[in-house]
């Protein structure tokens, strides 16, 4: 079993939501942390732990984002971090799982499975090993109490429930200290 890091620099978790019934918005979080525990010889002993600062969402819209951040939606000075906690995973082929967790958002926490797929590995160039791992979900947002919406006068809603997740993982490998002899 090997010990990464996720390295935020090369990190991305997305989220895409359609709005006015038609338009695809899309949003990200800037700021996160975790580790993988990664087991290519049993994945199913793999763990995924990750934190993000639900503070750092950016839409690229400052009133957007402000308005996200507020008791609407991640009222996110009551709930400052976005967890998941891996609680299985369930290799589905070749470099292909399935992670399921426990997704926590604006104090409520749901069981969420997130497709998963091994990249690969390398050295970078500063002689790093590193692992890259995508992710998708798709969750209904208001099985976190995300449940701000308008009416539009055409029918339907302003904001749709369903929001899909994207993550592109960059994970460095946490070299084990070697005995002194």
Known sequence: MAKWNIDPTHTSVEFVVTHMMFTKVRGKFETLAGTIDYDP???????????????????????RD???????FFNVEKYPTITFVST????????????????TMAGITRPVSFDATFEGTAKNPW????????????????????TWNVLLEAGGMLVSKEVTINME?????????QPVS
């Open 41 to 63: 010889a049993n994945v199913a002993n793999s763990n995924v732990n990750v934190t993000i600062n639900a503070a750092s969402l950016n839409t690229g819209v400052a009133d």
């Open 66 to 72: 402000n308005h996200l951040r507020s008791a609407d």
């Open 88 to 103: 299985s995973v369930t290799p589905k082929g070749e470099n292909q799982a399935t992670i399921t967790g426990d997704l």
């Open 127 to 146: 002689g790093k090993t590193i692992a890259a791992f995508s992710a998708s979900t798709k969750i209904n947002r208001e099985d976190f109490n995300l």
């Open 169 to 177: 993982v960059q994970a460095v490998l946490v070299e084990e200290a």
